[in-house]
């Protein structure tokens, strides 16, 4: 059973910085895309970050500056370094995976969320 698990979410005060992880575990046979979509009260799911087996990367303009997207895949993981943090970041952070269980076919995973309150 294929698993993604965030951690790293909290309450950061405007201006200050967080680093978020993405752990996926499980029997995979390769992990083609891995990246960041939040979602805020009312709000539709968006994209945050995302990075390619080939560390092609892609921000959503609000983050461009701000946040880094960066993943070890010796380890299956992804993170996302973000800083001078706004209180429109506030959001669920959704880690997220395009990979090929072993012995099926690609498959899109989530992980379960983590909030992100940017406050003073």
């Known amino acids: 059973q294929v698993q993604l698990v965030e951690s790293g979410g909290g309450l950061v005060q405007p201006g200050g910085s967080l680093r978020l992880s993405c752990a996926a575990s499980?029997?995979?046979?390769?992990?083609?895309?891995m990246g960041w979509y939040r979602q805020a009260p009312g709000k539709q799911r968006e994209l945050v970050a995302s990075m390619s087996n080939s560390d092609i990367t892609n921000y959503a303009d609000s983050v461009k500056g701000r946040f880094t997207i960066s993943r070890d895949n010796a380890k299956n993981m992804v993170y996302l370094q973000m800083n001078s943090l706004k209180p429109e970041d506030t959001a669920v952070y959704y880690c997220?995976?395009?990979?090929?269980?072993?012995?099926?076919?690609?498959?899109?995973?989530w992980g379960r969320g983590t909030q992100i309150t940017v406050s003073s």
């Open positions: 997220y995976a395009d990979l090929v269980p072993a012995g099926r076919a690609v498959s899109h995973y």
């Open positions: 499980g029997s995979i046979f390769v992990i083609w895309n």
